[in-house]
């Protein structure tokens, strides 16, 4: 009887080297190759340029491929235990990488049937970094980006976003991985936060960081990510300002405004009702949410409205009638907030989102409610959680640590204990020596 075999790729970058690794393994047997769903892939790479369907028709047309089917994660262990291959092939150089927790369940799995690992000698001389970063400025063209969003939504239950509020940030939401039950995790996107743009900048979270300064901080993103970006808007201005921004930003490549229903003099949602904030009136919202809408070239650029019922405590009621109105006035996204310890005002509206809500994201930002699970709002409805401000939380303490470090000692080597070795941090971003 023939040896059966199975390699998983993603294909999005196809070289000969892949096809040395396809020519290997069809040499052993009949061969089955796994291609990476788009999740798959988007979950340890990035967003793969080609669809599933064109990476799958790729390799479906390959001498020696036999068949083709999903892989729905990096890890194989599904696969093999329905194909029950006398093969598995790959590269050498998954050992000791990311992937090497994978490599080891593909060995143990194999084991189960008396399968074997095959590993071929890596192919030296493809500079997949090279390739990589042609594909990253295809992928950070502003086309590309601002339907990320979008597509993930369709892709992901639970789109994961953290913010960023300069370069250094966004580089850490574009590349921090953790490997967790045998998957990578990563976040899907950047929040563009109000308040941490204005602390970097030193200034109160007032809307006194205006909207050319906010573009610069998305541009100084931008040039070194290619996840995609939703801006908080605060209160989207004056429409006839807003009309322009949505206009600006859409054309940036920018995927997502949310404004939140408030008006006058805005103040951070988390002070709630211990400082003076109005909430604009239904009609007045919903006049600018239609007006950004009729600005708007493209359906691929979301204009997501932001109720402000409970943080003011105007009650679920009023939260109920404004998410309708403004679902009716064309927002493509509600955000509902609130600054409760307990998520239970959250669920409430959930649930009652969900009679009317009619497949419109939902979004959550739980600054408050830091205790719930990612499974629990997607089990409520959620399709957006924004983790709104932990990194500029996380620099300023350690930050301040060391400037205290250098005034107790009156030198530095105490402070060099705790902080980045001067040789990590000048090799931390490439291109520098
Ligand atoms: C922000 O991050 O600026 C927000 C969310 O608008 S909150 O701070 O909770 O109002
Ligand atoms: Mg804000």
């Known amino acids: 009887m023939n040896k059966t075999v199975y390699i998983a790729i993603s294909a999005d970058i196809l070289h000969h080297g892949h096809i040395n690794l396809i020519n290997k393994a069809a040499e052993l047997g009949e061969l089955t190759v796994g291609v990476l769903t788009d999740e798959a892939v988007a979950s340890y790479k990035r967003y793969p340029i080609l669809t599933y369907e064109e990476r799958y028709g790729i390799i479906a047309s390959i001498k020696g491929v036999q068949q083709v089917v999903p892989q729905s994660s990096i890890d194989y262990v599904e696969n093999l235990e329905n194909l029950k291959p006398d093969y598995v092939v ?14 080891t369940r593909v060995i143990d799995t194999l084991k189960l049937w008396g399968g074997e690992l095959v590993e071929i000698p890596y192919t030296q001389g493809v500079s997949i ?24 939504l369709k892709l992901k239950p639970v789109v994961r976003v953290l913010e960023a509020h300069n ?14 039950d045998e998957k990578i995790e990563s976040f899907d996107a950047m929040w563009l936060s109000s308040l941490t743009d204005s602390t970097a900048k030193g200034k109160p979270d007032i809307e006194l960081v205006d909207m050319t300064s906010r573009i610069s901080t998305i541009n100084e993103i ?29 054309r940036m490549g920018v995927s997502a405004i949310i404004i ?63 998410a309708k ?68 939380r996380s620099v300023y303490p350690a930050m301040k640590d060391t400037a205290e470090l250098i005034l107790t000692n009156e030198r530095c080597y105490e402070a060099d204990r705790d902080i980045m070795p001067i040789k990590e941090v000048l090799t931390l971003i490439p291109g520098g020596n």
């Open 90 to 103: 790959h590269g050498d150089d998954w050992i000791g990488s990311i992937q090497s927790k994978v490599r």
């Open 129 to 152: 970094d090279k390739l990589n970063s042609v594909l990253q400025k295809e992928g950070v063209m502003p086309e590309l980006r601002r339907k990320r969003l979008k597509q993930l």
């Open 167 to 180: 370069g250094l940030s966004g580089l850490v939401v574009e590349n921090t991985k953790v490997i967790k």
């Open 222 to 250: 931008m040039e070194v990510t290619s996840k995609p970006i939703i801006m908080d808007g605060d209160t989207g201005g004056q429409i006839e300002h807003f009309v322009y921004n949505v206009k600006t930003l859409e």
């Open 260 to 322: 939140e229903d408030k008006i006058g003099l805005k103040k951070n949602s988390l002070f709630g009702t211990e400082v003076v904030q109005t909430q604009d009136t239904i009609e007045h919202f919903c006049e600018k949410i239609k007006a950004g809408r009729q600005a708007a070239q493209t359906d691929e650029f979301m204009i997501i409205a932001r109720l402000e019922s409970l943080i003011l405590r105007q009650g679920m009621e009023d939260a109920i009638i404004r």
């Open 325 to 392: 109105a403004y679902v009716e006035a064309g927002a493509q996204g509600i955000m509902i907030h609130s600054r409760e310890k307990t998520p239970d005002e959250i669920f409430e509206f959930c649930e009652k989102y969900q009679e009317f809500g009619a497949n419109i994201p939902l979004v959550v930002v739980p600054t408050s409610f830091n205790q719930v699970y990612e499974k629990e709002f997607m089990e409520h409805g959620v399709s957006i959680v924004i983790y709104a401000n932990h990194l500029i």
